[in-house]
């Protein structure tokens, strides 16, 4: 296999063995190194100490890759972002186990759920409030319908050092307290056509949150000590948690975590299962971490058209930003060759890319720039294939959700 290690070889041989592999191709084209993708999902798999592993959809947005990631072992079901996504994947055969991770207001998705047994039976709604309930069953005329529908509860995840004056982590359900958890359970069993089979929760201020920001060590310093603080106080309440909705339901499972937390989240003895996705491409965010720093293994070239002066050249595109808060760390990185950089005046435009820094002057118009994506599964919303490679050679190529028409969000 010729999948080689970052550290010990460095970016030219990358940069060769992508450029030998995909000769033929004119970018913009997306790839994913199933090498490295197989390494990162393998140790991911070790991190997660005996848990099975969800994978996150939105994080990968290729069925061919999420089927991949399945068939290896210690990982089991799918964490979808919307309901009709769950319902095309349990359809076209991906998982028939499907957890949504997040609340669903799609009526005609929801109809189509209680009416169908496959779906009914593969699919896990999340709930976080009764009036989320009362949705479900306006929706369906007063009723859940002819299938009973699955249900998982949220609970906040978030740190509140001194109660509801700090909030440190993402703003999710408003079930935070197992008090909280325990009534919506009581509340779900009450009502008719639903069965609570699951808990979720993920602490984003752990997995999702750098704590080694190049450039930052006292930001890095504060980062760390508060995910010391957070971890076992998210222990304890998640452990409570789960014993007061087990009081109301028979739990298949207790969710938790993601890419920046498997280890941690996994000696929760209260969670059953961890979520991961992004790991398996490891975007540019997760240079950041110290903890585990998966192999980057999904890519876009862009070509060099233009050299408007000594020291820059600027390549076709390159404006694929990344969501969430707007700052630089959500701009694509360009990675092969090594040594270059965005130029702060302009940063990842739309149509154009200045780039500069050591390697600038070696690159010629034609020549290919390869970046990291900040973040995973964005970058399949920019293309409508993935190029698959291995070794120095293209062996496959599959749609992502794009290219089979299927925009979710």
């Not at 050092?161 to 982590?169: C, E, K, M, S």
């Not at 970058?379 to 028409?405: I, M, Q, W």
């Amino acid at each position: 296999m010729l999948y080689v290690s970052y550290a010990t070889s460095g970016r030219d041989a990358l940069l060769k063995r992508y450029n030998d592999a995909t000769v033929g191709l004119e970018p913009p084209f997306a790839i994913v190194d199933l090498d490295a993708f197989d390494a990162n999902a393998t140790e991911l798999v070790k991190r997660s100490a005996g848990k099975p592993l969800r994978v996150a959809s939105k994080s990968v947005r290729c069925r061919h890759l999420l089927g991949r990631a399945l068939a290896m072992p210690g990982w089991r079901g799918v964490m979808a972002f919307t309901l009709a996504e769950a319902q095309w994947l349990v359809q076209t055969g991906v998982s028939d186990d499907v957890l949504i991770g997040y609340p669903t207001t799609d009526r005609e998705a929801l109809r189509a759920l209680a009416g169908d047994a496959e779906l009914a039976a593969s699919i896990t709604l999340m709930v976080d409030s009764t009036d989320q309930l009362d949705f479900i069953d306006a929706a369906l005329g007063g009723g859940a319908g002819g299938q009973t529908i699955r249900l998982c509860v949220e609970l906040d995840a978030s740190w509140r050092p001194v109660g509801d004056r700090l909030h440190i982590g993402v703003r999710r359900s408003p079930i935070h307290t197992p008090e909280q958890a325990g009534a919506l359970a009581a509340e779900v069993a009450r009502r008719t056509g639903y069965r609570l089979v699951g808990v979720m929760s993920y602490e984003a201020q752990i997995a999702g949150l750098g704590d080694a920001p190049g450039g930052q060590r006292a930001r890095g310093a504060a980062i760390r000590f508060m995910q010391r603080r957070s971890m076992p106080e998210l222990i304890g309440r998640r452990g409570a948690a789960v014993a007061a909705v087990r009081r109301h339901a028979d739990l298949e499972f207790v969710n938790g975590g993601g890419t920046g937390s498997v280890a941690a989240t996994a000696a929760d003895p209260a969670v059953t299962e961890v979520t991961a996705g992004s790991g398996l491409y490891g975007p540019a965010l997760f240079d950041g971490y110290r903890a585990w720093r998966p192999t980057p293994a999904a890519f876009f070239a862009l070509p060099v058209v233009r050299r408007p002066a000594p020291g820059i050249a600027t390549v076709l595109g390159g404006g694929w930003i990344a969501s969430g808060e707007t700052s630089r760390s959500r701009q694509p990185v360009p990675w092969l060759p090594g040594g270059l950089s965005l130029i702060g005046t302009e940063g990842a435009g739309e149509v154009q890319t200045p780039l500069t820094g050591a390697r600038a002057d070696a690159l010629r118009v034609g020549d290919r720039v390869w970046f990291r994506h900040a973040k995973a599964g964005e970058l399949c919303e920019h293309v409508d294939v993935v190029h698959l490679v291995s070794g120095d050679r293209v062996v496959g190529v599959v749609p992502s959700y794009r290219g089979e028409s299927r925009t979710f969000l």
